[in-house]
């Protein structure tokens, strides 16, 4: 159907055809989505040149410290978003509560689930950073229906991706019909298709996970990461740690080389451990894309699709990445090892 140099909404609309979809809105939508990762990638080349690095002194609704890049993206986002015109409802890291578009919603068939800047704290020592959405579609109309069109299971997502801001830029996307990969060519302003039909290894030789946190984690990841890092050939271990602290930077490189990236439920003594990658807009759409890829997403107990959402910001655990690795993870959470 298509090759490497393809544009992104070309191919965008080579896939609808041959899915017999005809509207145009889903390529219209994913374009919007890809104009504003554009922007973004020429915001963050710039930022310490316009003044936009550093923290804005507020927290969002995770208690986070606010980047000032992290605003500016969300507010591309929006507007990319509002001006589709395909669009009901936002749900943002940065964003306290949902945002309804009053009037679209009336016509809108999509509702967006985003993190404008993952890995922010990467931004002002010139890291990796990304962004992550998540589509849906509405579920009806009127008020009474938003609880609905936002807390919907993974599997109801119709495309997931991210787009990572680093030596190129790169879209990477799945409409539930595999993944492909795009690089930003910034002499002509497009997404060109560079990574077709991104397929996971089985099984990797690398780990990703902040073993600053080891003291918050439960015996069962401790376990599980020993075992990682225990020399035995026959098992092709040990490990190798590689660790960005961009998540979407982390899934990136699994992705194409085979890994696990964990982020397990963390607790400090006084509380049981939790999860602190949010699902609707970090979790879902990665587990979306790495089982598109041929991957698994997990809980530790349940699959990341298969949560169901109780809250716009919900966190939870998330081990991610090539199939055999992650079932080997989860036999650790669930006691099998």
């Known amino acids: 159907m298509s090759g490497k140099g393809v544009t992104l909404p070309r191919h965008l609309l080579q896939t609808q055809r041959a899915q017999g979809e005809a509207s145009g809105e889903f ?57 589709s015109g395909l669009v009901c409802t936002l749900v943002s890291e940065e964003m306290d509560e949902p945002l309804h578009f009053g009037k679209a919603c009336e016509r809108a068939k999509y509702v967006v689930c985003f993190d404008p800047v993952d890995g922010s704290s990467n931004i002002d020592i010139n890291g990796v950073v990304g962004t992550i959405f998540s589509i849906r579609r509405r579920t009806g109309q009127g008020p009474e229906h938003v609880a609905a ?10 495309a997931a991706g991210y787009a990572m801001y680093g030596p190129s830029t790169v879209f990477v996307y799945t409409g539930g019909d595999g993944v492909n990969g795009f690089t930003l060519d910034p002499t002509i302003g497009e997404f060109l298709l560079s990574h077709e039909g991104i397929r996971i290894p089985g099984r990797g030789k690398t780990y990703s996970v902040n073993e600053g946190h080891v003291h918050r984690w439960d015996p069962q ?18 490990y190798s740690l590689r660790y960005v602290g961009s998540l979407v930077a982390d899934l990136h490189r699994t992705l194409l080389e085979g890994a696990i990236y964990l982020y397990p439920a963390e607790g400090d003594g006084a509380k ?66």
């Open 272 to 337: 049981p451990p939790a999860g602190k990658l949010r699902l609707l807009y970090e979790a879902a759409p990665l587990g979306f894309v790495a089982e598109q890829a041929g991957g698994r997403a997990s809980t530790g107990a349940e699959r990341i699709l298969e949560v169901q959402p109780t809250s716009p910001h919900q966190r939870v655990p998330l081990l991610i990445g090539s199939p055999e690795d992650v079932a080997l993870a989860e036999e650790f959470h669930q006691g099998k090892r």
């Open 27 to 83: 390529t219209a939508l994913l374009t919007q989505i890809s104009l504003a990762c554009k922007v973004i990638a020429r915001e963050i080349g710039r930022a310490a040149l316009a003044g936009t690095l550093g923290a804005t002194g507020t927290v969002n609704v995770q208690g986070e410290q606010v980047k000032k890049l992290d605003l500016l993206a969300n507010g591309i986002m929006v507007d990319a978003l509002e001006e």
């Open 221 to 238: 990841t401790r376990r599980l990461v020993e075992h990682l890092r225990t020399a035995d050939r026959a098992t092709g271990r040990p």
């Open 149 to 158: 069109d936002l807390l919907q299971r993974g599997t109801a997502q119709v």
